[in-house]
């Protein structure tokens, strides 16, 4: 992602050029978004899931609840985690072996969302205290890369963790033991992620994998339901100016609740 | 860009923190003013192999940096045919926190280098040196939060101690909020119980925002007061970057004038009002 790969001159100046004449490759506007379709619990094996289309980004989004002990600082706290996955089949580029700089970002982007609107009630993943608690894992599996990773997959984690149930442990003479039922996961509040990037003076919404090659930067700001920024980085080689990110945040704030709209469902 | 962007207002949430006990007389809980950053101490070309170096000092923070290069990129397929890269590395060792951590990259060390590279770049003529590398090695030897912030201002005065022309100079500063307060540099424990953190590097001359990551829970108000509350703070480590500067390689005003050989002749070495210099 960002400028990995060195683009063609060609390439750059082509779309520079449609930008300036307010349209963009594909016949959008600067604030349209690609088609985005969102299936939840697509998967029977996990706890919850969800598969999303952004255009011809396609990404699924698994949710497995495991066991684990708390972290020492917050024993009566259960864990989320999300990693993300670039897998080789979902872009040229991307070659199998650890996780690079872009999937890192992608994971800790999507995992600050969700962490800093306190999306789950970790108390309630509490088992015993200090021993064990329910680590939930959002897995991010890109499956087709064309740009827009961060939103997609933002978008995707909120509707998996909607969906998802965790197994319900019966505490047995300091025990635990698995009940057989399942309860579904409290989702507290829904933030989804709302990526801008900035082509020489243009500032564009869900940027395919054209428009990410040849990006100067690119702003994520995160909004909760409530209007609340919970996340905000900035990536990309080129600085933002104050009025610049005044902008971003302004077309963060009007795209939100349509993308979380259709994170939810129905 | 005609108009002025306005955000639209939100009221602020609830504080995420519980003890709003002490509500009597508000103070930070080292004792700093709202808007006061820590002691900042730079010292320049403290390491004797590197290109360029640094050593920064922001409060009980502790961080050295390297700088090497430009120099021959390895290994050589990474290297770009238009302009140097970039490599940044951030590193904490082992004892720098409590308790130990792995000497191994974790993943916040990735972002970090990555972000520090992003926040690095804008401010290089990169284009100069094809096909080179243009390595940053950070090393947090005591970290006391803020370490992204105080590793960015370490790097961008390295870069210039290496001699890579640049632009103009990073300098960073974190903007938080604690009790419903918002508060510039963030101590550890400030880094902590706070209610948000949002790390902010600029550069002060291009009027440009390299580096902003946020998270915690802020109204669009809030970021607002934020960005410049940061901004205003990134400039005063700027004073700091370009004293330290000055103090290594500032032209001293002369006692008596050198012989008069020594003296450039062509226009284009007349020593000019940059930073770093008079």
């Known amino acids: 992602m960002s400028k990995s790969n060195i683009v063609s001159h060609l390439k750059q100046k082509k779309i520079s050029e449609v930008l300036s004449t307010g349209k963009r490759m594909d016949g959008r506007g600067f604030n349209d978004f690609r088609e985005l379709s969102i299936k939840h619990n697509v998967l029977f094996k996990s706890e919850g899931s969800a598969e999303v289309w952004l255009g011809k980004t396609h990404v699924m989004v698994g949710v497995k609840v495991g066991t684990g002990t708390p972290f020492e600082d917050t024993p009566d706290e259960g864990v989320l985690m999300t990693n993300a996955e670039f897998t080789p089949i979902a872009n040229a580029a991307w070659e199998p072996g650890p996780p690079k700089e872009g999937s890192i970002e992608l994971a800790r982007v999507v995992d600050r969302g969700l962490r800093s609107a306190e999306v789950l009630d970790t108390s309630a993943l509490k088992i015993i205290s200090g021993k064990l608690v329910q680590i939930v894992y959002v897995d991010l599996y890109v499956l087709n890369y064309d740009g827009n990773l961060i939103d997609a997959c933002s978008a995707g984690a909120i509707a998996a963790l909607m969906g998802a149930k965790k197994p319900v442990y019966n505490v047995v003479e300091k025990e635990a033991k698995l009940s057989g039922e399942k309860v579904p996961l409290t989702v507290k509040k829904k933030p989804v992620a709302i990526s801008i990037i900035k082509i020489g003076d243009k500032l564009i919404l869900d940027p395919t994998a054209d428009e990410e090659d040849v990006m100067d930067c690119r702003l994520t700001i995160t909004f909760d339901e409530d209007g609340h920024i919970c996340t905000m980085q900035k990536s990309g080689s080129e600085g933002l100016t104050l009025d610049e990110i005044k902008k971003c945040i302004n077309m963060a704030q009007e795209k939100a609740p349509e993308i979380r709209a259709k994170a939810i469902g129905d | ?278």
């Open chain 2, 1 to 278: 860009m005609s108009k002025k962007p306005t955000i639209k207002k939100t009221t602020a949430r609830k504080p995420r923190t519980k003890k709003a006990d002490k509500a009597t007389s508000w103070k930070r809980n080292d004792g700093r003013a709202f808007d006061e950053l820590r002691t900042i101490k730079i010292e320049i070309g403290v390491l004797p192999n590197a290109d360029g170096s640094a050593y920064i000092e922001v409060g009980r923070n502790k961080i050295l940096c390297g700088v090497f290069g430009p120099r021959e990129m390895h290994p050589k397929h990474q290297a770009k045919p238009n302009e140097a890269v970039l490599r940044c590395r951030y590193h904490m060792a082992p004892f720098s926190v409590d308790p130990r951590r792995s000497p191994a990259p974790s993943r916040r060390d990735q972002e970090i280098s990555m972000v520090m590279r992003s926040a690095l770049e804008p401010a290089v003529f990169l284009e100069r040196y094809p096909r080179a590398s243009i390595d940053v090695y950070v090393e947090v030897i005591e970290a006391d939060g803020g370490t992204r912030c105080a590793s960015i201002n370490a790097a961008a005065v390295a870069l210039v101690d290496a001699g890579i022309p640049m632009k103009d100079l990073v300098a960073a500063c974190a903007v938080g909020k604690i009790e419903d307060k918002l508060i510039v540099d963030l101590g550890e424990y400030e880094d902590k119980k706070g209610q948000s953190d949002m790390p902010i590097a600029y550069m002060p001359k291009l009027n440009k925002v390299t580096l902003l990551q946020m998270d915690g829970i802020m109204s669009t108000d809030e970021v607002e007061k934020a960005l410049n509350l940061g901004i205003e703070g990134c400039k005063k480590v700027y004073e700091v970057q370009r004293e330290a500067l000055k103090k290594k390689y500032g032209i001293e005003q002369p006692q008596d004038k050198p012989p008069k050989e020594y003296q450039p002749e062509e226009p284009e070495e007349e020593p000019k009002t940059e930073e770093g210099q008079q």
